[in-house]
């Protein structure tokens, strides 16, 4: 892996950017301090700027020039959609972000390593970047802040890459280190963390307020048809299911034969989802319409806009299993197609609500239909 040195690329804003710390301000045009000239560090990001379009992708892609001067001590893991689901860890490093692509996310547990597929270096900017990169272009698809914190470096070399992160999700000591080309592995040295996950049977479901008529404001919220059937909470881990009502009792795969097989739809990442089993033709489905758990965290804090969005992008559709519609922004057709397929009601969730366990919350209001709907 070649090291990140003093190299040019101070980055300008471009896209959706979040609020956080500065990483760094950018250089003068002077000679970086290490000594090398502007055009021989610029190559350092041309291979980041090779593979992207600034007037097509809304990711942060500087011109050429110096780089931003930071304290080499931010990370940022990154959840991105892509072709294949997939995690990045960023470290930065000298002015850009060293970074590798982690198909099953940081690992928790000693005893388990996870492939690091090292990729190209990014510009600081990208440490606050979420957003959609449209299909067809480079990376293509939704990518969300999974965690970011601070680090410390233990080593650094071509060989070994060992760090103390910490974050709000991954904390601890970790190590990096080659084994084939770009492929890495990425080890956890520290004990695992103690659970902070809870129980599956220990989560109650948010509920709906019930209110008689749509929101003034319908812009702030997204849309779903109330379908009925039974609410439950279905957690997958190992690729086994274990679905739980509203109460928190388990139900009996045996009596919703099919919906065992959504562990191996979703494959080894530990996930949590809400949604109601219904029957169509005969048939009980599990229509999904919430993700509360990624592979290693809790999603309660993640907005419902951001949620279903991930949700959207898991493309979880079975036989026995389908992601329900949602609309952002206008309740009012929504609600006429629900009078037209005989539905009960519509649901009414705020794009920027939190997932709120086990209450009755505002954010979430359930619209009953009536005859003069």
Request: charged share 25%.
């Amino acid at each position: 892996m070649p090291l990140s040195l003093c190299v040019a690329g101070a980055a300008r804003p471009v896209g959706r950017r979040l609020e956080g710390t500065q990483i760094g301000q950018a250089s003068g045009a002077a000679r970086p301090e290490c000594g090398y000239e502007t055009a021989m560090s610029a190559d350092k990001l041309d291979i980041y700027r090779s593979k992207r379009d600034a007037a097509r992708t809304p990711e942060p892609v500087p011109q050429p020039g110096p780089l931003p001067t930071g304290h080499d001590d931010t990370f940022v893991i990154q959840e991105h959609h892509a072709r294949r689901l997939h995690w990045d860890l960023r470290l930065e490093r000298d002015g850009v972000l060293v970074s590798w692509a982690i198909p099953k996310g940081i690992p928790l547990d000693p005893k388990t390593n996870h492939l690091a597929v090292h990729t190209e270096d990014h510009p600081l900017d990208y440490a606050t970047f979420e957003g959609e990169i449209a299909k067809g272009e480079y990376g293509g698809g939704l990518v969300l802040i999974w965690d970011r914190g601070t680090y410390e470096t233990e080593k650094w070399t071509d060989r070994e890459v060992k760090v103390v992160m910490h974050g709000s999700r991954v904390s601890g000591r970790y190590v990096l280190f080659p084994t084939d080309g770009k492929n890495w592995i990425i080890h956890r040295m520290d004990p695992p963390p103690e659970p902070g996950l809870p129980s599956v049977r220990d989560l109650r479901p948010m509920l709906p307020e019930e209110r008689k008529r749509l929101p003034r404001d319908q812009e702030a919220y997204g849309f779903e048809f109330d379908l009925g059937g039974t609410r439950a909470i279905a957690a997958v881990e190992n690729r086994q299911v274990r679905l739980v009502d509203a109460d928190g009792a388990e139900l009996s795969l045996d009596d919703y034969p099919g919906l065992g097989a959504l562990g191996k739809a979703i494959g080894d990442l530990p996930t949590v989802l809400d949604g109601q089993i219904i029957e169509v033709d005969g048939v009980p489905v599990y229509m999904i319409f919430d993700v509360l758990r990624l592979n290693g965290g809790m999603l309660f804090d993640r907005v419902y806009r951001d949620r279903r969005r991930t949700l959207d992008h898991m493309a979880l559709r079975g036989l026995n299993w389908q992601t329900t519609p949602w609309f952002p922004g206008d309740g009012k057709p929504v609600m006429k197609a629900a009078k037209e397929q005989g539905l009960p009601a519509i649901l009414a969730k705020r794009l920027d609500s939190p997932y709120v366990p086990g209450t009755r919350s505002p954010y979430w209001r359930r619209v009953p239909l009536s005859p003069d709907a």
